[in-house]
T-cell receptor, first 113, second 113 residues
């Protein structure tokens, strides 16, 4: 079955640095992958989507890459701020052919001032 | 404003009781979803509906029931058959086409006393 892996340990970085979060997937090849942000006690919020024919996607301080050979997506936040502290979830679609996102466990990012 | 409304935000249940979580959307989305989130785990799909009067089981449907009588509404009932119902429940909606970006509600936290 397909598997989505994100770093289970929290990522701690200093304000102003670039945060890089990793999402690895196995046993299938999704046509696209979504990234969401989730704050404690809240629902996830969509951030970015990247398709298999796109190597990179940017939105303000956010950048996502998608390496279909490595089966990996990287999520970068440049010039990080304490307000960026949250859990970030990657979500490729269900491999069964539906459009239902399947979520990884998420990586907690903590940006220290 | 368009969005998804979940209620109640917090709910306490005694063992043996059924409880119903409400989810309403005004985004005109065809598809609606219920996910369960436990600490340290990703979102797990309970049920989904792609059209009115039809719904499908997700990965962890046992002990839950849903209905989809209106496009805007997708209530979830947590029955007494659910062995470990204490969790954070998230409702979402999407277009069920293309990349199907989901919009989530704020969540409902259910605690069994």
């Amino acid at each position: 079955s397909q598997k989505i892996e994100q770093n289970s340990e929290a990522l701690n970085i200093q304000e102003g640095k670039t945060a890089t979060l990793t999402c690895n997937y196995t046993n299938y090849s999704p046509a696209y992958l979504q990234w969401y942000r989730q704050d404690p006690g809240r629902g996830p919020v969509f951030l970015l989507l990247i398709r298999e024919n796109e190597k990179e996607k940017r939105k303000e301080r956010l950048k996502v890459t998608f390496d279909t050979t490595l089966k990996q997506s990287l999520f970068h936040i440049t010039a990080s701020q304490p307000a960026d502290s949250a859990t970030y979830l990657c979500a490729p679609p269900n491999p069964g052919g539906s459009y239902i996102p399947t979520f990884g466990r998420g990586t907690s990012l903590i940006v220290h001032p | 404003d368009g969005g998804i409304t979940q209620s109640p935000k917090y709910l306490f249940r005694k063992e043996g009781q059924n409880v119903t979580l409400s989810c309403e959307q005004n985004l005109n989305h065809d598809a609606m979803y219920w996910y369960r989130q436990d600490p340290g785990q990703g979102l797990r799909l309970i049920y989904y509906s792609q059209i009115v009067n039809d719904f499908q089981k997700g990965d962890i449907a046992e002990g839950y029931s849903v209905s989809r009588e209106k496009k805007e509404s997708f209530p979830l009932t947590v029955t007494s058959a659910q062995k470990n119902p204490t969790a954070f429940y998230l409702c979402a909606s999407g277009t069920d086409s293309g990349a199907n970006v989901l919009t989530f509600g704020a969540g409902s936290r259910l605690t069994v006393l």
